[in-house]
């Protein structure tokens, strides 16, 4: 059989469906290989969210093609929200893709192989509604972490947003289908379960009885040995409740870290968004957060520069930030998204949405920098992710970040450290603005 590659862009969503894909090629027969070159066929799963996830996901198309004109790749499928979204286009201004399948046709994955290895054209397009299908994993994350999605789609319609048209409305997943998964990655050596979905907190809220399952889901995950910390990811602040944070606060396994995009805090802009809350709802869900779980880390992200943002609505959001005093931030300027609400606004130059998304990043550098030096001195336990060859060093990540997004804890050790290991690090330094400790004795 045919020997196949997969490159993987975009969020970890995107990389649980590629996961899953690989499984189905694995399972049919195909060769999945970790290097692209000398394959057969590619597949490429992309990311269409916003303008430099599609510059990405088009750089890795032309890479591909250049490989191709040179023999040293076969065939080209593209497949994820860049295919979903340019559904007309892909396949007419680039020659060199063989076939194209649009998140609602990932479990197509091994027809649309077969066919563009025997020379054909292969393109299509399913339900993006359609509930999900359950299959296995190949996991490309290292051995210790994995990611566990447990819905798929959006029904938040923020207006800046294309998500729900490229994913379509919210679907959970059974209870039972996530758990069945979860006892598996426990059993396989994962020992960081990281909970995704589009929206974490809404899950349950589609099936039977419509009510919020994430606190059962998450008690549930706690009592399966093998998971030592248990993360969440993309929480909506209107959805988090009394009970998932009486479920956080309590449960051990579970780490005090909360990713809550936030997007904004001025209420003219968030009623433009389409996003429900104001200010004053954000700052009193952060303090009951912070009385209730102590030790919480909180994760954020900002748009700048959406239409309608003045420098009054700017202040007041680098105001609310130097509050706030969040530990994580990521700030992103407005990106127009054809077919999404806010596309449609009249926007100033998008200099301004880039000069505003560099201010707080200063800001909030300013923040981590304080937030660093507050733990030197301290000890704090380290998840070992491995060996960095130039700086000649075991790194990892404290129960504050999550892998690939926040920051690292530079390892001073004689001896070897073992990968996915949980080790003892008093921290006496930074490096580079991540912390650096050493290993001590329990």
């Not at 490159?7 to 195909?30: P, T």
């Not at 004053?280 to 009385?291: I, S, T």
Request: with cysteine.
């Amino acid at each position: 059989m045919a020997n196949i590659g997969f490159i993987s862009l975009g969020c970890a969503k995107n990389q649980v469906d590629c996961e899953r894909m690989m499984y189905r090629v694995q399972e049919a027969g195909f060769t999945v290989c970790p290097d692209v070159v000398g394959c057969d066929a590619v597949v490429i799963n992309t990311c269409g969210f916003i303008d430099s996830a599609k510059s990405e996901a088009i750089d890795h198309i032309l890479q591909m093609g250049q490989l191709k004109r040179q023999g040293l790749v076969g065939k080209i499928l593209v497949t994820g929200c860049l295919s979903q979204r340019y559904q007309e286009d892909i396949l007419k201004e680039m020659p060199e893709v063989d076939g194209i399948l649009g998140t609602g046709s990932y479990t197509q994955i091994v027809p649309a192989l077969e066919k563009i290895l025997s020379g054909e054209t292969f393109r299509d397009f399913g339900s993006i509604d359609a509930p999900e299908e359950e299959t296995g994993r190949i996991l490309t994350t290292p051995e210790h972490y994995a990611f566990l999605k447990i819905a798929e789609g959006c029904d938040n319609r923020c207006a800046y947003c294309i998500i729900p048209y490229l994913r379509g409305k919210f679907r959970s997943r059974t209870l039972d289908d996530v758990l069945y998964e979860a006892r598996l990655l426990a059993d396989g050596g994962v020992k960081e379960l990281i909970v995704v979905a589009q929206d974490t907190s809404r899950y349950g809220t589609d099936l039977p009885g419509n009510r919020r399952l994430l606190p059962e889901l998450l008690r549930q995950l706690c009592l399966i040995e093998g998971f030592h910390w248990i993360r969440i990811h993309y929480v909506y602040p209107d959805e988090i409740d009394d009970e998932l944070i009486d479920v956080i606060a309590s449960e051990p396994k579970i780490v005090k870290y909360l990713d809550i995009p936030i997007q904004h805090c001025s209420s003219k802009i968030l009623k433009l968004m389409n996003r429900r809350g104001d200010g004053p709802f954000l700052e009193n869900l952060f303090a009951k957060l912070r009385a209730k779980i102590p030790g919480l880390v909180l994760r954020t992200s900002v748009i700048t520069g959406l239409p309608g943002e003045g420098d009054e609505e700017f202040t007041e959001l680098c105001e609310f930030l130097k509050r706030q005093r969040l530990e994580r931030v990521g700030a992103f300027p407005f990106s127009p998204e054809e077919g999404t609400p806010a596309a449609e606004m009249e926007f100033p130059d998008s200099s301004i949405a880039q000069e505003r998304a560099q201010i707080i990043e200063t800001i909030q550098s300013r923040i981590m920098d304080e937030c660093n030096e507050r733990m030197i001195g301290t000890t704090l336990e380290v998840l070992v992710d491995g060996y960095d060859e130039e700086y000649e060093q075991f790194y990892g990540r404290t129960y504050a970040d999550s892998p690939d997004i926040d920051g690292r804890v530079w390892i001073a050790s004689d001896e070897a450290v073992t990968e996915g290991s949980f080790v003892k690090v008093c921290i006496d330094g930074l490096i580079d603005g991540d912390l650096s400790g050493y290993i001590v004795e329990e």
